[in-house]
C-alpha cells in the first residue's frame, strides 16, 4: 500500500531541500517548487480524507516502524475521525497561505524553506500516534515559526517571535515530562497513544498530576485565558500567510492535544479538571470578545477574536458529551478556515494602505465592493450567522455543555454578541460612512487573493447549510470518545 | 596483569605517546608547524584503529588501568574530540607560530591523559591522571603568552585546580586510611562490610567535590567562565569536552563501583549539584554579550543536565549520561568551529559582531543555528536525544522537583541561545564579504553537522552502544 501519510509528511522536507539547492535569485522556480510541493500535499489529504472509512472508530492508514527500539519508540503514523479534519484543514490552508506568500518579496528561498519546513511539522503533529513521535513533530513547528515571525514580520517583530517560542517551549518541557511520566507508568513501558489510551492504570492522583502538566503544553497552544498573552503580539506581528496559519492550524493543534492525549490517556483526571476547563473557557471567549471589541488595529482584533472563538472549543471538550465533542471538533475545522480568511483579508487592505488602524478606513464598501462582500461574508461566517459553519459548532457547543454547566453556557453566550459587536463594529469601520479620501485609489482584491479566500467560503458555506456531511465524517470517532471517557450519550 | 602482559591492550596510548613525542622532536626541525598537527591527526587516526573491546575486562598494569567496555567507550570519544580539537587548532589564527608544534605535542599527550582517566580503577592511578590532565591543560589555557586574559586564563586554572586536587586527596587519603586499599572494588567491599562510617561518606564527599571541580559543577565553577574565555578557542572548545567528559566518566565509575552502598547520599548530593549547576549556568549566560563566555556558561549549564542522568543511577539515566555526552561534543565543538571562524574573521568574539550572519554566509549561521538548537534539547538533533535521556532517568527515579527545574532551565536557555541567533537572522550586516573558511575548519563543521542530525534522527546505534558500555 502506498504510504500516503509519510509521503504528506515528508514531501515538504523534500521540497525544502530542493529549494535549499536552488540559488537564491531563482525567485520565481522557488515559488513554483513550495506551490507544487504543497499542492501535492493538499491532494494527499483531501484522498486520505475521501477514502477515509468514517465508520471505523479506529486508527487507518496505519504505518508503523520501529524507531528507538530501547525505550519503545516507534515511527507510528495513523489517522482517525479526531484527526482526519485537522490533516484536510493544514493541508488546505497550507496550499492557501504558500499562495498568499507570494507577496513576500525578502530572503524568498529562506521563507519558502522554512515554510515547508513548518508544514511538515504541523501535518505529522496531526497524524503522530506516539507520544516521542508526536513531540519531536510538536517542536519541529517551533523553530521555522520563531523565523517567520522574526524575519519577515511587523516593527515588533522579534520581540513577537521570541515570545512565542519560549512560551511554547516552556509549555512543551512540561508536556515532554508528563509524557514520560505515562511511560514510566505503564507496563509494558510505551509511548503507543492507542495502547496508553487502551489500558490506563493510573490512579486518579496521577492523572491530576499528568493531565496538569500536559495541559500546560496544550493550554499554552490554544491559548486558554490566562496563557493568551503570546497570541496578540505573534498574530499582530507575523506576515499575512504566517497569521493564517497560525490562527488556522497552530491553535488547532493544542486543543487536538486534549483529544487525542490529554482525555483518551488520563480520563479520570481530564473529568475531575472538567470544570475547570469551563470556567476557563468562559473566561477566555467573554475576554477576549471585549478586547477584541476594544482594539482600532484590525489584526489585533481578529487575533483577540481567536482567543473568544477558541474559547468554545474548549467549552466543548469541558462537557464530555456528544454535541459537545462533535462541537469542539467543528469548531476547530470551522476557525481555522474563517479566521484564517479574516486574516487573509486583513492581509489584502494592509498590502495596499500599509495601515491596519480601523480609524483610518471608511466608506471602503463603495470604492472595493467585491473586498467589501468578501469581508462580510468572513465576518458574519465568523459572528456566528446561520446559514454559515461557525453558527453550527457554536452551537453545538453551547447545546453539549448546557446539559451539564446550565450558568456557564448561559454567561459563554454573551460571547456570541460580543462577536457581533466587534465583527459588526469593525466592518462599520472599515466599510461604511464616507470614503477616506486618502484610499479613493485604492485597487479592489486581485484574482490571487480571491483564489485563496474562494475555497475558504465554499467550505464555509457547504458546512453552513449541511453540516451533517462533515459531522457524519468524525462523528462515530468523537462519540467513541466519549463513550470511552464515560460521557453522555447526547 | 605485569607490563609486558599489558602491553598488546596498550596500543592506542603508545601510539599518542609516540605521535608526542615525535612532534615534539620534529619541532625542533621543521618549519610548517601545520605539517606537525597533521602529523598529530594522523596519529589519532592511526591510534583509533586499534581500538578493541576486549572480550574480559582487562585489568593492566598490576590493577591500575582497567580496559573494559566503558573505558573502549571514552577512549572513542577522546579520540574523536582529540581529531577535532587538532583541526581547530590548525585553522587558529591567534596563535604565536613558533609555539604552535609544541601544542599538538601537548595535545597528544593530553589525549593519553585523558584516557587514563577513563580507564583508571585505582585512586591513585584517578589521582595521576586527573592532576595529569589538569597540568596539561593549564599549559595550553595559557598558550597565547602574550595575551593577559590568555595568563590570566592558566593562573586562575591552576590556582582553583589546586585546592580542588588537594581536597580530592585528603578525601583520597582518608578513605585509604579507612579501608587500607585503593582499589575501587576493594574500597566497595569495605564500604559495604561496615556499617555506616561517617568519616568515610565524608571523605566520599571530598572526593566528589575535586570531581565536581572537573566537570564544573557550581558551586565548584567559579574558574570556568575566565579560563573558558581566555585560552586560545580550540583550547577552551576542548577543555569544554574533553576534560568534562572524563571527568563525568571517573565520577560515574568511582560512585558506581566503590559507593554503591552510599547511592542513597551521592545521589542526594549530586541532584543538588545538577539543580545549582544547570540554574546558575543558565540565568548568568543570559546577560552574556561575548560569545565564549556565553558558551562558557551554557557548558556549565550543559554539565547540570548531564549530572541529572547520574542522579538516577538507573540504567536509562546512567546510558543518558554518555548518550548526552556524545551528543554535547558534537554540537559543542560544533558550535566553537563557527566561533574560530569568526573570530578569525572579525577578530572579536563579541555577539554584536554576528549581525547579519545568515546573509554573508549563510551555511554558516544556518551550522551555528542548528547547534544551538540542539543545545537547547529541541528535537530531532542529537541534543534532543541526550536530553530526552536524562529527563527520562530522573523521571524514572522519580525526582519530580528536579525534573521542573530541569524545564524551566531549558526555557532560559533557549533564549541566550537565539539572542545568538536573532543576531545571525534579524539584524542587518556592517558589510557583506562571506567569511574565509579553511579547509580543516570546515571539515570539523561538516563532522559536527552531520553527527548532529544523524544521531538526532538514527540514535538507536548509540543508545545502544551507551547500554553496552555501562559495565561497572
Redesign the interface.
Known amino acids: 500500500m502506498f504510504p500516503i501519510l509519510s509521503a504528506t509528511v515528508f514531501l515538504p522536507i523534500a521540497g525544502m531541500i530542493a529549494i535549499l539547492l536552488t540559488p537564491k535569485t531563482q525567485t520565481k522556480l522557488i515559488r513554483q517548487i513550495a506551490t507544487g510541493v504543497s499542492a501535492v500535499v493538499f491532494l494527499l489529504s483531501a484522498i486520505a480524507t475521501l477514502q477515509f472509512d468514517s465508520g471505523d472508530t479506529g486508527m487507518q492508514f496505519v504505518e508503523k516502524v520501529a524507531?528507538?527500539?530501547?525505550?519503545n519508540v516507534f515511527y507510528h503514523l495513523g489517522i482517525d475521525g479526531i484527526s482526519i479534519p485537522m490533516v484536510f484543514l493544514t493541508g488546505l490552508l497550507g496550499l492557501l497561505a504558500c499562495v498568499a506568500s507570494y507577496g513576500i518579496e525578502v530572503r524568498v528561498k529562506?521563507y519558502f524553506a522554512l515554510y515547508l519546513l513548518l508544514l511538515t511539522g504541523m501535518m505529522g503533529t496531526f497524524i503522530a500516534l506516539d507520544l516521542?513521535l508526536f513531540?519531536?513533530f510538536w517542536?519541529?513547528v517551533?523553530?521555522p515559526m520563531?523565523?517567520l515571525i522574526?524575519?519577515w514580520g511587523g516593527p515588533r517583530?522579534?520581540y513577537a517571535?521570541?515570545k512565542f517560542?519560549?512560551y511554547t517551549?516552556?509549555g512543551s518541557?512540561?508536556m515532554?515530562?508528563g509524557i514520560?511520566?505515562l511511560?514510566?507508568n505503564s507496563d509494558p513501558h510505551t509511548f503507543d497513544m492507542v495502547q496508553l489510551a487502551a489500558v490506563h492504570p493510573y490512579s486518579l492522583g496521577f492523572q491530576k498530576v499528568i493531565f496538569l502538566a500536559l495541559f500546560l503544553g496544550f493550554a499554552i497552544k490554544v491559548p486558554i485565558w490566562p496563557f493568551h498573552t503570546w497570541l496578540p503580539d505573534a498574530h499582530v506581528e507575523a506576515p499575512t500567510p504566517i497569521s493564517v496559519i497560525l490562527a488556522g492550524v497552530l491553535l488547532k493543534m493544542g486543543t487536538y492535544g486534549f483529544m487525542r492525549i490529554s482525555y483518551p490517556l488520563v480520563p479520570d483526571g481530564a473529568r475531575w479538571f472538567g470544570i475547570y476547563m469551563a470556567v476557563l473557557a468562559l473566561i477566555g471567549i467573554v475576554y477576549g470578545g471585549f478586547v477584541a471589541l476594544a482594539q482600532t488595529d484590525f489584526k489585533k482584533m481578529v487575533a483577540y477574536s481567536s482567543v473568544s472563538h477558541m474559547g468554545f472549543v474548549i467549552l466543548g471538550l469541558s462537557v464530555f458529551t456528544y454535541s459537545g465533542f462533535d462541537g469542539a471538533l467543528l469548531q476547530m475545522f470551522n476557525h481555522g478556515t474563517i479566521t484564517a480568511g479574516l486574516f487573509l483579508l486583513v492581509g489584502v487592505l494592509y498590502d495596499r494602505t500599509h495601515t491596519r488602524d480601523l480609524n483610518s478606513f471608511g466608506g471602503l464598501g463603495a470604492r472595493v465592493p467585491v473586498y467589501a462582500a468578501m469581508l462580510m461574508l468572513f465576518s458574519l461566517a465568523s459572528l456566528g450567522l446561520p446559514g454559515m459553519s461557525g453558527f453550527v459548532s457554536e452551537f453545538l457547543c453551547l447545546l453539549g455543555s448546557f446539559t451539564v454547566y446550565k450558568y456557564i453556557t448561559m454567561a459563554s453566550c454573551a460571547g456570541i454578541i460580543l462577536g457581533a459587536a466587534y465583527l459588526l463594529f469593525m466592518m462599520q469601520r472599515v466599510l461604511l460612512g464616507p470614503l477616506n479620501p486618502k484610499w479613493k485609489e485604492l485597487p479592489e482584491i486581485n484574482g490571487r487573493e480571491l483564489f485563496t479566500l474562494v475555497p475558504l467560503i465554499v467550505i464555509i458555506l457547504l458546512i453552513g447549510i449541511f453540516p451533517q456531511g462533515i459531522l457524519n465524517l468524525f462523528g462515530p470517532t468523537t462519540h467513541a470518545l466519549v463513550d470511552a471517557l464515560g460521557g453522555i450519550a447526547r | 596483569m605485569n607490563v609486558l602482559a599489558s602491553l598488546p591492550f596498550f596500543i592506542t596510548e603508545s601510539i599518542l605517546i609516540a605521535a608526542g613525542f615525535l612532534i615534539l622532536l620534529l619541532d625542533l626541525f621543521v618549519e610548517n608547524k601545520k605539517a606537525l598537527g597533521w602529523l598529530a591527526f594522523a596519529g589519532i587516526l592511526v591510534s583509533a584503529f586499534f581500538i578493541r573491546v576486549p572480550a574480559e575486562p582487562q585489568p593492566l598494569f598490576f590493577g591500575h588501568f582497567l580496559v573494559d567496555p566503558f573505558s573502549v567507550f571514552f577512549k572513542t570519544a577522546v579520540l574523536g574530540i582529540m581529531a577535532m580539537t587538532v583541526l581547530m587548532t590548525l585553522a587558529y589564527k591567534a596563535l604565536p607560530p613558533k609555539q604552535e608544534g609544541e601544542m599538538y605535542a601537548i595535545l597528544s599527550f593530553l589525549g593519553v591523559g585523558l584516557i587514563m582517566m577513563g580507564s583508571a580503577s585505582n585512586l591513585l592511578m584517578i589521582f595521576i591522571s586527573i592532576e595529569f590532565v589538569s597540568l596539561t591543560s593549564y599549559i595550553l589555557a595559557g598558550f597565547e603568552k602574550k595575551d593577559p586574559k590568555s595568563n590570566e586564563a592558566a593562573l586562575k586554572y591552576l590556582l582553583f585546580g589546586s585546592v580542588a586536587s588537594g581536597v580530592m586527596l585528603y578525601g583520597m587519603s582518608l578513605i585509604f586510611g579507612l579501608t587500607g586499599t585503593t582499589e575501587l572494588l576493594g574500597i566497595k567491599a569495605a564500604v559495604s562490610a561496615s556499617a555506616l562510617n561517617h568519616l568515610l561518606l565524608l571523605a566520599m564527599v571530598l572526593l566528589m567535590v575535586g570531581f565536581a571541580f572537573k566537570i564544573s559543577a557550581a558551586p565548584f565553577h567559579m574558574w570556568a567562565p575566565d579560563v573558558y574565555t581566555g585560552a586560545p578557542t580550540p583550547v577552551t572548545a576542548f577543555l569544554t569536552v574533553g576534560p568534562k567528559a572524563l571527568g563525568f566518566a571517573v565520577l560515574l565509575r568511582v560512585l558506581m563501583t566503590a559507593f554503591t552502598p552510599f547511592i542513597f547520599y551521592w545521589s542526594a548530593i549530586l541532584a543538588a549539584l545538577a539543580a545549582l549547576t544547570m540554574t546558575f549556568g543558565n540565568v548568568i549566560a543570559v546577560s552574556q554579550t561575548n560569545i565564549k563566555r556565553l558558551l562558557a556558561y551554557s557548558s556549565i549549564a550543559q554539565a547540570g543536565y548531564i549530572l541529572m542522568g547520574a542522579v538516577a543511577a538507573t540504567q536509562?539515566g546512567l546510558s543518558g549520561v554518555l548518550i548526552y555526552i556524545v551528543a554535547y561534543a558534537f554540537t559543542n565543538l560544533g558550535a566553537f568551529v563557527v566561533v574560530i571562524i569568526a573570530a578569525n574573521h572579525f577578530g572579536t568574539e563579541d555577539i554584536e559582531s554576528y549581525a547579519g550572519l545568515?546573509k554573508r554566509s549563510p551555511f554558516l549561521a544556518a551550522a551555528l543555528t542548528v547547534f544551538f538548537?540542539s543545545l537547547?534539547g529541541?528535537?530531532?538533533l542529537a541534543g534532543?536525544i541526550g536530553k530526552?535521556y536524562v529527563?527520562?532517568g530522573i523521571?524514572?527515579g522519580r525526582f519530580?522537583a528536579l525534573?521542573?527545574i530541569a524545564?524551566?532551565n531549558?526555557?532560559v536557555a533557549?533564549?541566550y541561545y537565539?539572542k545568538v541567533v536573532?543576531q545571525m537572522?534579524?539584524t542587518e550586516p556592517k558589510d557583506c564579504a562571506p567569511l574565509a573558511q579553511p579547509f580543516p575548519l570546515m571539515a570539523a563543521l561538516g563532522i559536527a553537522f552531520a553527527g548532529v542530525f544523524i544521531l538526532g534522527v538514527c540514535?538507536?546505534p548509540l543508545?545502544?552502544l551507551a547500554?553496552v558500555s555501562l559495565s561497572f
Open positions: 524507531w528507538i527500539p530501547q525505550m529562506e516521542f513531540y519531536v517542536e519541529v517551533l523553530v520563531y523565523f522574526g524575519i517583530k522579534e517571535a521570541i517560542f519560549l517551549l516552556a518541557l512540561f515532554l515530562l514520560l511520566a511511560y514510566f | 536509562i545568515a538548537i537547547a529541541i528535537p530531532p534532543f530526552f529527563f527520562a523521571i524514572q519530580y525534573a521542573v524545564a524551566l531549558s526555557a533557549a533564549y537565539f536573532k537572522y534579524f540514535p538507536a543508545i545502544e547500554r
